[in-house]
């Protein structure tokens, strides 16, 4: 198992409060999924422009936060940020001694973070031609939205990637960005947790392996949801102050759904 800690925001001016409220609560974020996955962590910080900043390593959540890449990372967030993607790993394939392996995994204009086991990974590598960077298994699942770009597709982007993610075999709860798209956000959770939660001040989404995280952290009064299991979610930052915890698109990811 694996830990997602993961913020996807609208980017526009807050208040100095909000923004060390939203810092804080990704550390805390971090800091209780470690016991999800103690071999490595990381973080990256997406920007409305497509800039992306990455920064991992092997070792506990607990050394990460404390770490001076980490918190150059912090020193980024701002009024251009749409989305902070965390991670803590428990590996099942590919030694966390090498880098490449953990997550946020890069794979052409997508960056992702993945909880769960492909077992049909190297099948899928060999079938589809794609390069492959590292050992993971998770890297098949990033290499398969590579070619689609949400520009191009518009309202058939999930159509196509249902497609591409039907051919995977196993446990997998993802997030995945796409530079090309960088206001857009794409959720799929299948046979793994993960739970969201919208808080309207802040103007974003807080997503948490630990369902008990979020209801630590924003209070026992709050709803906190767990998110729609086998459906592809696409989000929208630009949407998110009319749609709260609600996606701007839904699939299912199986006919059966």
């Keep these: ?6 913020i996807f925001l609208a980017p526009q001016a807050r208040p100095p409060s909000i923004w060390r409220a939203i810092k804080e609560c990704l550390t805390e974020n971090l800091l209780f999924n470690q016991e999800r996955g103690k071999e490595a962590t990381g973080l990256a910080v997406l920007q409305a422009d497509g800039q992306i900043a990455v920064s991992k390593m092997p070792g506990q959540a607990g050394q990460f936060v404390q770490s001076t890449a980490y918190h150059n990372l912090l020193s980024q967030i701002g009024v251009q940020t749409t989305l902070l993607l965390g991670h803590t790993r428990h590996p099942t394939k590919g030694t966390p001694a090498r880098n490449e392996n953990n997550h946020p995994l890069l794979a052409g204009p997508i960056c992702g973070i993945h909880n769960g086991e492909i077992d049909n990974d190297d099948d899928l590598f060999a079938r589809c031609g794609c390069p492959r960077y590292g050992q993971v298994d998770s890297e098949i699942i990033f290499r398969l939205l590579e070619p689609l770009s949400p520009l191009q597709l518009n309202g058939n982007y999930l159509t196509a990637v249902r497609s591409q993610i039907q051919q995977l075999r196993g446990a997998f709860t993802f997030l995945a ?13 299948h046979n793994r947790p993960l739970s969201i939660h919208f808080q309207p001040d802040w103007n ?11 209801r630590k952290r924003f209070g026992i009064s709050i709803l906190t949801e767990t998110l729609f299991r086998d459906q592809l979610l696409l989000y929208e930052a630009s949407s998110l102050s009319r749609l709260g915890h609600l996606p701007l698109h839904q699939l299912p990811l199986y006919d059966d759904c």
């Design 1 to 6: 198992m694996c830990g997602i800690a993961a």
């Design 204 to 214: 974003a989404l807080i997503f948490s392996s630990r369902y008990i995280f979020l």
């Design 177 to 189: 960005c796409d530079r090309r798209s960088p206001e857009k956000l794409l959720v799929v959770r």
